[in-house]
């Protein structure tokens, strides 16, 4: 009886996760992991729910000024240090502007949408300078501890893994800094990198300029001890009551 008793519970323990059962993103051994290699620099692309600012000058973006009326002439705004306004992409990649109305910028890269949009002003401004900025540009990052997950908007174009673990409050102490997995991509098909920051060769990956919506993942460090107890406390219990039933039952037998 004891030793079906120790064998079901062997099985059991086995069974459950019970080692470091807080990791998230586990990756199987064929999974087409990168090592040691920069997942390449790409520019990012607008697409459906971003939120742009919006900034519209004539002449090149040379600001002519009337010098007696201390006015500001030849120059239109719309961003959201001055008026507030904002503008999404909605679901189809389209966005509603001012003057030109809905035009689709899905997919075109800061610069191309610029140009595209100084194509479009160009209709109502001699030499139309446009400046677009995505407002709602973010990255995920779990440093490293159960419940310590942030969401750390990019304030600029060019956010690199390192500025966004700092912003972060960085690595915790149960964090491994030499396994951080960069997630990018569909997610039903991510590309995913592992990156060693622990030493100062895999500073050159730290460098790496991040898109939107990636995922930066610091494995933790498993605390097996603590984890095993209170795993197989419960066990523990229900094994020191299913011993005590034996022997009652056991000795009443004898008797």
Request: charged content about 20%; hydrophobic content about 40%.
């Amino acid at each position: 009886m004891k030793k079906i008793i120790w064998i079901f519970t062997l099985a059991t323990f086995c069974s459950c996760r019970t080692i470091n059962p807080s990791v998230m993103f586990r990756t199987d051994g064929n999974y087409p992991i990168q090592i040691d290699q920069t997942i390449a620099n790409k520019e990012y692309r607008l697409a459906p729910n971003d939120i742009l600012g919006l900034s519209v000058y004539t002449n090149d973006g040379f600001k002519l000024v009337d010098l007696t009326a201390g006015a500001l002439q030849g120059g239109i705004s719309f961003n959201q240090s001055t008026s507030g306004l904002q503008y999404t992409v909605d679901s189809e990649g389209s966005v509603k502007l001012p003057i030109i109305g809905t035009v689709k910028v899905r997919d075109y890269t800061i610069k191309e949408a610029e140009r595209f949009l100084e194509e479009q002003y160009s209709a109502f401004y001699n030499k139309p300078f446009v400046i677009l900025h995505v407002l709602n540009r973010r990255v995920l990052v779990f440093p490293g501890s159960g419940g310590a997950g942030k969401v750390v908007t990019m304030t600029n174009e060019n956010t690199t893994l390192i500025e966004a673990l700092a912003l972060a409050g960085g690595i915790t102490e149960t964090g491994k800094a030499y396994r951080i997995k960069l997630i990018r991509g569909d997610t039903r098909n991510p590309q995913v990198q592992l990156i060693d920051l622990s030493t100062i060769e895999g500073m050159r990956q730290s460098n790496m300029q991040l898109q939107a919506n990636d995922i930066i993942y610091v494995e933790p460090v498993p605390r097996i001890s603590q984890q095993i107890l209170a795993q197989i406390t419960p066990i523990i219990g229900i094994l020191t009551s299913m011993l005590l039933i034996y022997d009652i039952v056991i000795n009443r037998a004898k008797q």
